[in-house]
Antibody, heavy 119, light 107 residues
Framework: EVQLVESGGGLVQPGGSLRISCAAS????????MNWVRQAPGKGLEWVSY????????YYTDSVKGRFTISRDNAKNSLYLQMNSLRVEDTAVYYC????????????WGQGTLVTVSS | DIQMTQSPSTLSASVGDRVTITCRAS??????LAWYQQKPGKAPELLIH???SLESGVPSRFSGSGSGTDFTLTISSLQPDDFATYYC?????????FGGGTKVEIK
């Protein structure tokens, strides 16, 4: 069974840092591209970042460029998002989602982890 | 980035109704369009990819159509389990973008 389990969310002050993780199981993690997608409370879905299966290609949405870093460890079947200089507007549930290739959309999503940025 | 405009934002319907949701892209995305269903407190679930290809296990009352810039999601006969929020998403670019969502409510 495909499973994506996010962890590491919590309450952080503006300007602070947090690293969230996504543990994958039930499929060959190293063959899949991965994304982080977030959803602010009561709002729609917003793509945050993409990483290729090898980690050689990475993209970010403009609002997080220079503050967030996506990475993966294929040996540990894990995806990460390091978030620095956090802002109140980064408050959201963060989902990891797998993609087989650019010819497919994200098909499986984790349950999400809530990141709250507040003083 | 490609902008996705979804309408309506809210839709009130009854069980058994035929429901249509539209999605428009700011530029041609060929058929690189997906539809998701999301229920409160849950992750989105993929219903349709490549504009009209139904995911395995998704009921046949769901269908998608369109190409280029204009797309539709149709539910032929609304069931109680279908009351949820629906999102379109383009994957023509690695910078994925989503429509604003359509909440399907009970009339």
């Amino acid at each position: 069974e495909v499973q994506l389990v996010e962890s590491g969310g919590g309450l952080v002050q503006p300007g602070g840092s947090l690293r969230i993780s996504c543990a994958a199981s039930g499929f060959t993690f190293s063959s899949y591209e991965m994304n982080w997608v977030r959803q602010a409370p009561g709002k729609g879905l917003e793509w945050v970042s993409y990483i290729s299966s090898s980690g050689s290609r990475i993209y970010y949405t403009d609002s997080v460029k220079g503050r967030f870093t996506i990475s993966r460890d294929n040996a540990k079947n894990s995806l990460y998002l390091q978030m620095n200089s956090l802002r109140v507007e980064d408050t959201a549930v963060y989902y990891c989602a797998r993609t087989y290739s650019g010819s497919f959309p994200p098909d499986y999503w984790g349950q999400g982890t809530l990141v709250t940025v507040s003083s | 980035d490609i902008q996705m405009t979804q309408s309506p934002s809210t839709l009130s319907a009854s069980v058994g109704d035929r429901v249509t949701i539209t999605c428009r892209a700011s530029q041609s995305i060929s058929n690189w369009l997906a539809w998701y269903q999301q229920k409160p407190g849950k992750a989105p679930e993929l219903l349709i990819h490549k504009a009209s290809s139904l995911e395995s296990g998704v009921p046949s009352r769901f269908s998608g159509s369109g190409s280029g810039t204009d797309f539709t999601l149709t539910i032929s006969s609304l069931q109680p389990d279908d009351f949820a929020t629906y999102y379109c998403q383009q994957y023509n670019s690695y910078h994925l973008t989503f429509g604003g969502g359509t909440k399907v409510e009970i009339k």
